[in-house]
């Protein structure tokens, strides 16, 4: 068979995709440094080009895309040159490219490009604590919510700060909200594995510990709700924390400053990370 050229191949791919389930929804991340979390190695393309009769194409170069969840690959094919996208799920491709809407006004975008990104607050009397894994006393003073996901290796070193937290704070308890993200495929599964265990901490650590964990037939819906409750409370990436006062704290943050940001809920936040 003629092999076709890399940008009429990108078109007939992205045509043929099209009776697959498209998802869209916005990327969070675990955290801002996706590259450590997620890699994508030129023979893993190459293999994905094959499967396409594309096999002559050569890779350019690999880097992250400027949407957050997705893979720029560069290629070249008998002389024209060509992007495509991979999701970090290495399930999806996108054919073209990918740009950014300029601000019409260009003190508009001075603006927002200086401006402090507003503190953002929700009602915590609105978000259920059934069915939440609980670290920390029931009775405690203070109450965090984590929402986090059992494949994120950001929400693995925020649960150790957390662990830190409960061997001095009494009176703070953290309530984790297992929300897996669509770009980690093995998540979801896992989240309703140590849901549905009668020891879910001691599950999820063991999964953080990358030691393997059963797969259950329970058929909890909790992981679901997470989702929709993440959704409705414009949560996209983990961890996210919301403070006792509504306080919403996407990220990772240090055991210091979430002790600060509970105890001292007024004081400016200096995290070490984030």
């Given amino acids: 068979m003629k092999k076709m050229l890399l940008l009429p191949f990108l078109l007939a791919l992205v045509l043929s995709l099209v009776s697959i389930r498209s998802e869209a929804y916005a990327f969070g991340g675990c955290e801002s440094d996706c590259q450590k979390c997620h890699t994508l190695e030129k023979t893993e393309v190459q293999q994905i080009l094959t499967k396409f009769k594309a096999e002559d194409a050569k890779i350019l170069d690999i880097k992250m895309s400027p949407v957050k969840g997705l893979w720029e690959i560069s290629l070249e094919d008998k002389g024209n040159k060509g992007v495509m996208y991979i999701s970090f799920s290495k399930k999806y491709i996108i054919g073209g490219s990918i740009f950014e809407i300029d601000t019409a006004l260009n003190k508009t975008q001075e603006t927002l ?3 402090q990104p507003a503190d953002r607050y929700v009602d915590t009397s609105k978000i259920p604590l059934d069915g939440a894994i609980l670290m920390g006393d029931k009775d405690a003073r203070y109450k965090v919510i984590v929402f986090t996901d059992p494949d994120c290796p950001f929400c693995l070193r925020l649960h150790n700060e957390i662990k830190k937290i409960l061997s001095e704070k009494k009176e703070i308890a953290f309530y984790l909200k297992l929300m897996p993200l669509k770009f980690h495929p093995d998540a979801y599964w896992k989240a309703k594995s140590i849901l549905c265990s009668k020891e879910p901490i001691r599950l ?3 999964n953080f510990e990358k030691k393997t ?3 259950t ?5 909790l992981p679901d709700e997470n989702i929709k409750l993440g959704e409705e409370l414009g949560i996209t990436g983990t961890p ?3 403070m006792p006062d509504g306080l919403v704290v996407v990220g990772l943050r240090d055991s210091g400053t979430i002790e600060e940001l509970v105890l001292n809920p007024h004081k400016k936040e200096t995290p070490k990370w984030g």
Avoid: G, R
């Fill in 240 to 242: 996210t924390m919301i």
């Fill in 113 to 115: 490009s200086t401006a």
């Fill in 213 to 215: 964990i059963p797969k």
């Fill in 217 to 221: 037939d329970c058929d909890t819906k």
């Fill in 204 to 206: 999820l650590e063991e």
